[in-house]
């Protein structure tokens, strides 16, 4: 029977949306043969992170460590626990998150293992696929020996269900670090009010928006949409939104129901981090802009007129709000 | 204080990826190569900070195939002092360059290694952080912003929460994120010296390191293609075909 241990990311209170993906991932990956998941809650003065941990559906065991060490997640404190954790484990996944992709690598390589990274689809116990090349190509890669490191990427598995049977808890002892780093703040830029991860519909803005007001004309058609808002790495370099808006291959990836492109021409680096939206809307003042090719519908039209009829197309919609 | 630099030669950011015939690999033919666009950011950030004079040498490192001086020729263009090369074929995995990286940091002593968050052929996002944690340095991933102060590195890094700020003591590994700066352009007159600045050439073995890949790769193919999409005439016709035939509205 596999031991499969996922490294949840959290805020001591809740746990981050994909780490519910990340545990449908290693359900696939404990496949047929069944295995127990046991989710990881490193923090300090965590115990509700952990309590909300013991409650997703699949999990069999949660693993509470709470330790001044871990107070803020670094990477230096964190992967001393998770290689040792490791010794015990089969399998050891984190989201492909800002936290899992900074903590995995430096876990696995003191376990002294080859992590795949970013992984899309389960094929089974020790193979799975990974996107490379921005998404051009997939690759299927099978770790020949040892324990299985994996980072999980979010929007390409269901988030695992929330049930009301908790597993159980246990506490278990930290892992002494010399902590040298530390830590100043974050500063969030604006968020759009809705996770960008999870939105079921994305407005991204490019370098057609022209401004950072320009940009702002997105905002009441967003609202009406419940829409998050996201942006190029253009848009964001020329100041039009905050750098955790940017979706690429060097930013989020995002899978949403429809996506909406307004003044993107599609370069393949934006494209990596859309490509899996079930619907994608392009709208671009230039014909031969190339995101028409990746889009399902296609406007050629000047967004800035676009986006005064769409709200009003829509304004009388009631199923939409 | 000494900055090591890695560099890796990847096929440009502007071509487009096809598989070769055989579905065994990709494309090279005819196609054209150049230094990572992360590592020439984190290249640009330690040739500043010479030139404001906190750092005295710049190391580029490269491994790979013998073609990977010419990357070593363009770092050494861009302002880094001297090269190394770790010459060999085979597949690489980023558990390989890590240890093979570590090897160089302990000859080598830098105050800093400076990567790119990622490489753009195999978007591992992975050596950074696996060479911090096999030196046992602190580190800062996905930097975008840099300050060195006595001895401590103030870093800005990218999130998904947002901005991040660590401070942290120095040796540390700092890995690059797209807006940490904007590289120069190599001029001729550097390139015309670079053809005259040192590159070493090791091999793995040189350095203790067994680069025995870990993992299979069983297939390669490319993605699913998009159902074709269509063109439409207005808003009207688009939010039409968004409520009735994509139903997402
Ligand atoms: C290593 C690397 C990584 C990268 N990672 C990312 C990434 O993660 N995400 C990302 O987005 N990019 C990334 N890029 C950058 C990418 O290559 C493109 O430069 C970028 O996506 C272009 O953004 P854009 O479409 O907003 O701008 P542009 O390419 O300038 O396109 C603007 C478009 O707006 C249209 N337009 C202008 N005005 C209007 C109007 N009034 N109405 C309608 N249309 C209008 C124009 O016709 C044009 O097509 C990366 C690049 C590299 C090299
Ligand atoms: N073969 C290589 N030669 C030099 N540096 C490399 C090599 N592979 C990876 N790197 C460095 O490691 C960083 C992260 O790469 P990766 O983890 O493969 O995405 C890159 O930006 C490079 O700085």
Redesign the interface.
Known sequence: MSELLVIAEHDGRALAPAVLSTVTAASALAGHSGGRITLLVAGQGCRPAAEAAALVAGVGRVLLVEDQAYAQPLAEALAPLVARLAKDMSHVLAPATSFGKDLLPRAAALADAQPVADAVRVIDARTLVRPIYAGNLLQTVRVKAGCVFATIRPSAFAPAGVGAKAAPIEAVGAEPVALRTRTLGCEAGASSGVDLGRARVVLAGGRGMGSAEGFKRLEPLAKRLGAALAATRAAVDAGYAPNEWQVGQTGRIVAPELYIAFGISGAIQHLAGIKDSKTVVAINKDVSAPIFAAADYGLVMDLFQALPELEAALADDNSGA | MKILVSVKRV?D?TV??R?RADGAG?ETAGVKFSINPFDEIALEEAVRLKERGIASEVLAVSMGAAACQETLRHALALGADRAVLVESDAIL???TV?KLLAALTRRESPGLVLMG??A????????G??????LDW?????A?KLELKDGRA?VA?????????????LPAVVTA???LNTPRFATLPKIMQARKKPIERLDPAALGVDPT???????????PA??A????????A??E???TE?R??
């Open positions: 096929i950011a487009k990826i598989l990709v995995e980023p558990l890590a968050k990622q753009i052929d195999g978007d591992e996002n992975q050596c952080q696996m060479l911090a944690g096999l602190p580190q800062a991933s996905f975008s103030l890094r990218e999130t998904e929460q947002g901005i991040e700020r660590l401070d942290l003591p994120d797209l807006r890949p870990r993992l299979e790769v069983l297939k390669l193919e490319a993605p998009r159902r999409g269509r063109m439409v005439d207005s808003v009207a688009l939010v075909a968004l409520r994509a997402v509205l």
